[in-house]
């Protein structure tokens, strides 16, 4: 005997059960596909045709909720004249079967009443070649987020089998549009986070530089207008070298934004810094990590990455070393950081000398104190230099 369907048509004999191999067989499509498929709108559309033939509809269109959350944005059609589709790219969200369909808990939305969508487009074809409207809603938590609208020329009900497999759709669908959302916002933070990153990289790398220029510009004006030979010298020194210091200050900015620190996390980036260290500066360079777990957050790892990074530029610009070693330790709460060279020392006056170095080392404990540590250079007795950075350990917000 045929069982009729919820709207008291019979339902053909794929209704006594062969429903449920091509309903699985859609179910796991579509799983599979959520895990993989890049474009989620492109995945919508394509399923498009196959919920078109199991509710035995002539046409299909598939929306989503604009950002706004006022309308739905049509994505996606099939079977619908170019005018309609024309007409229908943006809907109000509570119009008509799809308006229905939001305020429904149910799976989908069966409407025989088209004359409001016939209103609204202005078109013959709501009421002639369309007789009948229905809208399954694609949901997360109660909330709708996008809706299949399948339209029918004849009123053949659809099977109970159907309307199942539509909620598993619903589901499916509707957490896959949720997830998309999210990762949408997640990038957008990602984006701030990383204008507010380069806006530090900028300051760290010029904003200082520039200031001490500004500084010594009118120093070296009122040296030219009294005649003292003996300042101006000394000015125009100190603005050469802090033009250089601009100039690779930029260089670097560009090369650190071009290879960005390894994805993987801070130790993975520090052993490919260390392993390109020898060949780039022909300075050997040895890695000793002692610390059993380096429990650091994402910006924590980029400050103590940049500070390493910083430090071994310095080696190879002013220290005539021919070896130098980074160590890692954890010592009464602490991170410690040291990176040694057995170069020339530190020059004299170094905190008066206005150059790079100095500089550098400015850029490294502001980096520092936003860890909430400090940085301590220090000379060592068997010759060369000792920079170490300390800071708590365990996880924390980074000072601003």
């Given amino acids: ?3 009729p369907s919820p709207s008291g ?3 053909p004999n794929k209704a006594q059960g062969t429903y449920k191999i091509p309903a699985l067989r859609l179910l796991s499509e579509i799983t599979s596909s959520l895990s993989s498929e890049n474009n989620l709108e492109e995945l919508l559309e394509r399923f498009l045709g196959t919920l078109i033939k199991l509710a035995g509809a002539d046409a299909g269109a598939v929306r989503v909720l604009t950002a706004d959350g006022t309308k739905l944005r049509l994505v996606g059609a099939l079977g619908l004249p170019p005018e309609v589709v024309e007409r229908e790219r943006y809907i109000k969200l509570e119009c008509g079967v799809c308006g229905e369909a939001a305020r429904s808990r149910q799976p989908f939305h069966y409407s ?3 004359h409001i969508c016939s209103e609204r487009a202005s078109l013959e074809y709501f009421g002639h070649r369309c007789q009948h409207v229905v809208a399954v809603p694609l949901r997360y938590k109660g909330k709708l987020l996008g809706v299949y609208n399948l339209f029918m020329a ?12 539509f909620h598993s759709i619903s589901e499916h669908l509707g957490m896959a549009l949720e997830n998309a959302r999210l990762t949408r916002e ?3 933070i990602t984006l701030m986070n990383e204008r507010q990153m380069l806006a530090g990289e900028v300051h760290d790398s010029l904003a200082q530089t520039l200031a001490f220029m500004k500084m ?3 120093l070296l004006r009122k040296a030219v207008e009294k005649g003292d030979q003996a300042k101006a010298t000394k000015y125009l020194d100190d603005l050469s070298q802090a033009v250089d210091s601009s100039y690779s200050g930029l260089r670097g900015l560009i090369s650190n934004f071009r290879n960005r620190m390894d994805s993987r996390g801070l130790l993975h980036a520090l052993q490919e810094l260390v392993d390109n260290y020898q060949e780039r500066t022909g300075i050997s360079l040895d890695f000793n990590n002692h610390t059993p777990d380096l429990n650091l957050n994402p910006d924590q790892e980029v400050q103590v990455f940049h500070i390493v990074q910083e430090a ?4 190879w610009k002013h220290s005539q070393a021919r070896h130098a070693k980074v160590t890692m330790v954890l010592e009464d709460g602490e991170y410690v950081i040291s990176i040694e060279d057995d170069g020339i ?3 004299q006056h170094l905190d008066e000398s206005g150059g790079q170095m100095h500089f550098g080392l400015n850029i490294m404990r502001e980096r520092a104190h936003r860890l909430g540590g400090d940085i301590a250079v220090h000379a060592r007795l068997e010759g060369g230099t000792r920079v170490a950075l300390s800071f708590p350990a365990g996880r924390r917000e980074l000072r601003v």
């Avoid at 004849?154 to 497999?165: A, F, N, R, S, Y």
């Avoid at 071994?312 to 080696?315: H, K, Q, S």
């Fill in 1 to 3: 005997m045929t069982q």
């Fill in 9 to 11: 048509a019979p339902l």
């Fill in 186 to 188: 997640n990038l957008r």
């Fill in 345 to 347: 020392g530190l020059p």
């Fill in 312 to 315: 071994l530029a310095n080696i």
């Fill in 216 to 218: 010594r510009l009118p």
């Fill in 112 to 114: 025989a009443d088209v």
């Fill in 154 to 165: 004849h009123d053949q009900g659809v099977p109970e089998e159907v309307t199942l497999l």
